[in-house]
């Protein structure tokens, strides 16, 4: 008998933990973080329920998913109002990240794209009239994040199980000198090369662009030579010269490098700003032809130096999500960089269903690459 009411007990106890428990569950909390402001703030699905009209949203949204093309019935509240007017944010420039409760990564988000109107971000507690169940969890509650369509055909507007938003003010970065922003030298000024077929017209606008600026040199006699392969040593002397640093004394620091040698300048420079590292065994390998992936980690470093993306949010795109047949085949090393590019569409022209990583670089490629990540 004892035993038996031990028994009960037991059951019991373990009935109102499991109650407990089911109803903490759905006790849904948004959190969202502003980058220089120590108290996080807190809001219950309730406490979105019960923001002013002003503040909400209950209209037909047509949006951009994996799989195509939708419509809904979107209810929810305004991100924006929820930023400026609850958060209140001043500034404009900066990032948001979206965290989602299973751990899928979200592209992060331009503060600018938040403040537009057209966008119209939502934090969604309703889809057609019904609460929404991502986690097919029916004790907890789901909130989804909604853009409006920027433009047809672009994907990545809906924002699943987000439970947590931080926000960072960008910064412009302390860079040796900035790079240039004015509009590249039209194709037909200055530079004349006589060598550039049909195969490479993908490529002609930066090559002139590039030439013009100083930034990447002929071959002499009006020849560029697209087809040639690009070496390390020369996509050092590309980035240096594209982001405007100044090149710097030779310091022995690689094996297979002397002072002597045209490229050592730029090897240190590209080295002593992070653009480039060399090998475990104390080589550098100049003459080595740079590899799609090589070349992408480097642009994306330089993306990084020149303001161009926050390092914060580059490491935010992951080959999971690429459209490349080959993804698998990228190092972990180069992936966050080949999977930005990708999304800024700078290796147009240059890689197709599959990116290749490890394929060589041509003189063409690389000059299409560098314009199109930091100067187009």
Known sequence: ??????????VLTIALILSQVSAFAADYTLEVAVNGVEETLKFSLDDLKAMPAEALIDEEYIYNSKTGEKTADVKGVSLKYLLKEKADIAFENGQVL??????YPIDPQSLEDIFNDELKYVIAYEVNGEIIDNDENADTDDITVYRKVKQ?????????????????????????????????????????FTDITEEYKFAEEAIYALANKGIIDGMGDGLYAPQNPFTREQFCKIIIEALGYETKEYQGTFSDVTADRWSSV???????????????????????????????????????????????????????????????????????????????????????ENFEPAKDVNRAEAALVVFNALFK
């Open 266 to 352: 730029y090897v240190q420079a590209a080295v002593d700003n992070g653009l480039f590292v060399g090998n475990t065994d104390g080589t550098f390998l100049p003459e080595k032809i740079i590899s799609r992936q090589e070349m992408a980690a480097v642009v994306a470093r330089a993306a990084v130096a020149s303001g161009k993306v926050a390092q914060e949010k580059l490491n935010k795109f992951v080959m999971e999500k690429s459209d490349y047949s080959d993804k698998d085949a990228v190092a972990d090393w180069a992936g966050n960089s080949v999977a930005w590019l990708e999304a800024e569409e700078v290796f147009t022209g240059v890689a197709g």
């Open 152 to 192: 047809e055909g672009e994907f990545g507007t809906v924002y699943k199980l987000v439970n947590k938003i931080a926000v960072t003010e960008e910064e412009a970065p302390a860079t040796e000198e900035p790079i240039e922003t004015e509009e590249p030298a039209d194709t037909d000024a200055e530079k004349v």
């Open 1 to 10: 008998m004892l035993r038996k009411s031990k028994f009960v007990l037991f």
């Open 98 to 103: 979206f965290e989602a409760s299973d751990g």
